[in-house]
C-alpha cells in the first residue's frame, strides 16, 4: 500500500506501519491537527516515497516485513538526510532505544503511546528541522555578505553594481540582469539576495534553458497528483520553496511564449496555481531575471512580452564584459588562484598578468577561470610565468608576422653585433618566461651554467662596444 498524496496543510508527515489499523489512527489525530499524512506500508514503500513527496517528518514502526524501522533509517538519510524520522514499537528496550539513536533516528517512542506524546515528539522534530535550516541558511548568509562574498572587482563599473546593490537589496522589486556569458549573473544575483533582509531565506536559482517548458511550468508553478503522465503525488513547486526568499529565473529570454504570460500573472497577483490544481497559491517571492540576450530586440521580434519585459526590468542590472575592465582581473586572478591552488599559494609574473588584461576574453571571467586553472595544472614552479598561459592568450598581443622575408629585414636593421642580438634574446626569454631560469634555459637549447655565464658576460660586453 502506497498512498504518496498529501493535502494541503502546514506540514506533512509520512507513516510507516505495516498495520493498517495504526496508520488509519495516526493518520486521523495528525489530520485533526491539520497536518497532511502520506502512508506507506513497509521499508520499500517508505523510499518509494520519499522520492516522490516531500515529507517533513518520518513516523515508523521498527519491527516490519523485510527491512525494519532502523535499517530503514540509513536508507532514508541518504535520500533526505535532511528529513528527521521518529520510530515506535511495542517491543521497546534501551537497547533498541539505542541503536535506533545511532542508525540517525531523531527520537523514540514507545507503544502503548498517548496522541499528545506523540504530537509532542512530531513537533519537537519539526522545530529541529527547521532550526537546522534556519542556520544553514544563515551560515550561507554571513559566507555571502562577508564583503560581497564571490562578487569580485576594482573597476569603475563594478563599483557601480555595489553602490546599485546596497541601493536596491532591501527591495522587493523585480531585478534584471543583463550581461554576456560568463560575466557572472548569478554571482551578482546571489550576493543581491544575501545583501538583504531575505537572507535567511531560500535562494532558489533555475535555468529556463536546462528544462523543456513543459516540465519548467511544474518545476515553478508545482504540480497535483494525477496532473499528468508520471505526476504520482502532489509537488511543491520553486515558488513556494522559495518563499520569503529569492527566486533567479535565468536564461529568462529563452522562456516560452506560453510560460511568460503565466508568469506575467503571477508577478502581477503574486500567487501561483499548480499544474492541474484548482486553487490559487499566494506566494512572497522577489524575483530576479538575468540574461544574456537583447530582450528590446526580442520583443520587436515577437519573441518575448514586452509587457512583462517592463515587470520584470524595474531594477535594471548590467555587467559589462570583462574586456572592457581590465582592472578586475588582477582581483579575479587572486581569487581563482586561491580557489584552484591545491600546493599552497601561486603568483603570476607582471608579464602573465600584463598578457591576462591585454586578451579579450570572449568567455569573461568563466574563460579567465578556465585559463588559470589550466595554468596552475602545467607550471613548474611556484610561479605561473607567460609560457604557461593558453597558447591563445600569449599569442594575442603578438604583433602577426609578415612574412619570412620582413621578419629578416627587421633583425637586419638592428645592426647589432650577433652577441649583442644574443643576449637581448635571452634576456626576452627570460622576460616571457617570468625569470624562470630551468624554462628559459630549456626554450634557448642551453644549460643553465651556461645562461649564468652569458647573463653576467652581457654587460662587459655592452660597456666594451659604447
Given at each position: 500500500m502506497l498512498l504518496c498524496e498529501p493535502m494541503e496543510h502546514r506540514h506533512t508527515i509520512l507513516i510507516v506501519d505495516d498495520d493498517a489499523a495504526m496508520r488509519q489512527m495516526l493518520e486521523s489525530l495528525f489530520r485533526e491537527q491539520g497536518y497532511a499524512t502520506v502512508e506507506a506500508e513497509s521499508a520499500k514503500a517508505a523510499l518509494e516515497c520519499v522520492r516522490e513527496t516531500e515529507a517533513d517528518v518520518v513516523l515508523s514502526d521498527?519491527?516490519?516485513?523485510?527491512?525494519?524501522?532502523?535499517?530503514?533509517?540509513?536508507?532514508?538519510?541518504?535520500?533526505?538526510?535532511?528529513?528527521?524520522?521518529?520510530?515506535?514499537?511495542?517491543?521497546?528496550?534501551?537497547?533498541?532505544?539505542v541503536e535506533a539513536m545511532r542508525a540517525g533516528a531523531f527520537d523514540y517512542i514507545t507503544k502503548p503511546f498517548e496522541p499528545e506524546a506523540v504530537l509532542l515528539t512530531v513537533e519537537r522534530a519539526l522545530e529541529r528541522r527547521a532550526l537546522e535550516e534556519e542556520n544553514r541558511q544563515l551560515r550561507r548568509a554571513v559566507d555571502r555578505t562577508s564583503g560581497f562574498g564571490d562578487?569580485?572587482?576594482?573597476?569603475?563599473?563594478?563599483?557601480?553594481?555595489?553602490a546599485l546593490i546596497r541601493k536596491v537589496?532591501?527591495?522587493?522589486?523585480?531585478?534584471?540582469i543583463t550581461g554576456e556569458s560568463g560575466t557572472g549573473k548569478?554571482?551578482?544575483a546571489r550576493t543581491l539576495h544575501y545583501s538583504g533582509p531575505r537572507a535567511s531565506k531560500p535562494f532558489i536559482p533555475i535555468n529556463c534553458t536546462a528544462i523543456p517548458e513543459g516540465l519548467l511550468e511544474s518545476e515553478l508553478f508545482g504540480h497535483v497528483r494525477g496532473a499528468f503522465t508520471g505526476a504520482h503525488a502532489t509537488k511543491r513547486g520553486l515558488f513556494e520553496k522559495a518563499g520569503g526568499g529569492t527566486l533567479f529565473l535565468d536564461e529568462i529570454g529563452d522562456m516560452g511564449a506560453g510560460l511568460q504570460g503565466k508568469l506575467l500573472r503571477v508577478l502581477q497577483d503574486r500567487e501561483i496555481r499548480p499544474?492541474?490544481?484548482?486553487?490559487?497559491?499566494?506566494?512572497?517571492?522577489?524575483?530576479?531575471?538575468?540574461?544574456?540576450?537583447d530582450l528590446e530586440r526580442e520583443i520587436?521580434?515577437?519573441r518575448f512580452r514586452e509587457d512583462l519585459y517592463y515587470r520584470l526590468n524595474v531594477i535594471p542590472l548590467h555587467i559589462p564584459p570583462l574586456r572592457d575592465r581590465p582592472d578586475d582581473i588582477p582581483s579575479l586572478v587572486d581569487a581563482f588562484l586561491a580557489k584552484h591552488s591545491e600546493g599552497g599559494p601561486r603568483t603570476l609574473t607582471g608579464d602573465a598578468l600584463a598578457r591576462l588584461q591585454e586578451?579579450?576574453?570572449?568567455?569573461?571571467?568563466r574563460e579567465l577561470e578556465n585559463a588559470i586553472e589550466r595554468a596552475l595544472a602545467l607550471s613548474d614552479g611556484g610561479e605561473i610565468g607567460v609560457r604557461d598561459l593558453p597558447a591563445e592568450v600569449i599569442g594575442s598581443t603578438s604583433p602577426e608576422p609578415s612574412g619570412e622575408g620582413s621578419s629578416l629585414e627587421a633583425v637586419a636593421?638592428?645592426?647589432?653585433?650577433?652577441?649583442?642580438?644574443?643576449?637581448?634574446?635571452?634576456?626576452?626569454?627570460l622576460r616571457q618566461t617570468g625569470g624562470n631560469k630551468v624554462q628559459a634555459s630549456r626554450i634557448l637549447g642551453i644549460d643553465r651554467k651556461t645562461l649564468y655565464r652569458r647573463r653576467l658576460e652581457a654587460p662587459r660586453r655592452q660597456a666594451a662596444n659604447s
Open positions: 521498527i519491527k516490519m516485513p523485510g527491512r525494519s524501522g532502523i535499517e530503514m533509517v540509513g536508507d532514508l538519510r541518504r535520500v533526505r538526510p535532511e528529513t528527521p524520522v521518529v520510530l515506535m514499537t511495542a517491543f521497546g528496550s534501551i537497547d533498541s532505544a562578487l569580485i572587482g576594482e573597476s569603475p563599473a563594478m563599483r557601480e553594481i555595489f537589496a532591501h527591495s522587493r522589486s523585480s531585478v534584471l548569478e554571482v551578482v499544474v492541474g490544481g484548482t486553487q490559487s497559491v499566494k506566494v512572497d517571492v522577489r524575483i530576479v531575471a538575468a540574461t544574456n540576450k520587436s521580434e515577437g586578451y579579450p576574453w570572449k568567455g569573461n571571467a636593421r638592428c645592426r647589432l653585433p650577433l652577441r649583442e642580438l644574443e643576449d637581448r634574446y635571452i634576456e626576452e626569454v
